[in-house]
């Protein structure tokens, strides 16, 4: 499958805070400890099962057995608790939020295939924050996350490896054939990187994509006009104005009221968008 990217991602580490393109490619090359199916419901990934304590104290994952990283070494707890050590150390480096985590007072590894969560206070929501990609710690510790290698030579259990990675031209990755989930139907992903959206555009009609995301509103028209290709829509993020609120013009709420009760949202979406868009009522995508 070749697929058009109008940007290519920053680094491939599921621990630093990545943006959306790179979190498309490290959920390709990387597994949580749990993961979310398509109707928003938690099933197991690297953990087989998980259970609560009575107090809701302590959370106890036990973990697929037989796991390997890509490079052939043993996926174990160790690497699960270097992980989640590595998000939650405040002297650490930029990673994903550490906040997500603040109610984990410690991690256990009584075995290699039990990981336990000890809880300064019951946290409901964490198990729902556990599909953060587990990394290598064989490959990872004493690395510096920012400058590490690994962030374009990423190691990881997931369905496809990363084969290459040419900058600013293309991605490509190669199916698992030893993934437990069971081998892709896919053998090869390429992401070919097109900035230009008219590009990304002429290259599906012409047959050297097979399907790019296409953003601007006048390439929309012109797919939807075309009798063999199949236009889906999808709400993928919002699109806001942020006021800085340490600027004196925008510290009285009155002000910033006024700002957007003065925005006409339904012609912005018709004429801007193209009518792909739907007016937000807040943060919250209605898909969610």
Request: glycine share 8%; charged share 20%.
């Amino acid at each position: 499958m070749i697929y058009g990217l109008g940007t290519q991602p920053v680094r491939l580490n599921p621990i630093t805070q990545p943006d959306i393109v790179s979190r498309w490619a490290i959920e390709l090359v990387f597994d949580g400890l749990v993961d979310v199916d398509d109707h928003l419901e938690l099933v197991p990934a690297l953990a087989t099962s998980w259970e609560t304590s009575p107090d809701g104290l302590s959370l106890t994952f036990h973990l697929r057995r037989g796991v390997q990283w890509h490079d052939g070494q043993p996926f174990t707890s160790a690497d699960v608790k270097f992980t989640y050590d590595t998000i939650r150390d405040p002297k650490g480096a930029p990673t994903v939020a550490k906040s997500d985590y603040a109610s984990i007072a410690d991690i256990e590894t009584p075995d290699e295939g039990t990981v336990i969560f000890r809880l300064a206070q019951a946290d409901a929501s964490l198990p729902s924050k556990l599909t953060t990609g587990i990394a290598p710690r064989h490959l990872l510790e004493g690395q510096d996350l920012a400058t590490t290698s690994f962030n374009r030579q990423p190691v990881g259990t997931g369905p496809f490896r990363l084969a290459s990675w040419q900058s600013d031209q293309r991605l490509t990755f190669l199916a698992n054939r030893d993934y437990f989930g069971g081998r892709p139907r896919l053998e090869r992903i390429v992401w070919e990187i097109v900035p230009d959206s008219s590009s990304l555009s002429l290259q599906l009609l012409s047959g050297e994509l097979d399907g790019p995301g296409i953003t601007a509103p006048q390439d929309l028209r012109r797919l939807r006009a075309e009798p063999d290709l199949a236009v889906y829509p999808v709400l993928g993020g919002n699109v806001q104005i942020s006021l800085q609120l340490e600027n004196p013009l925008f510290r009285d709420r009155q002000v910033r009221q006024a700002l957007a009760y003065a925005l006409d949202k339904k012609a912005m979406v018709e004429k801007l968008m193209g009518d792909a868009g739907t007016i937000a009522t807040s943060d919250i995508l209605p898909v969610s």
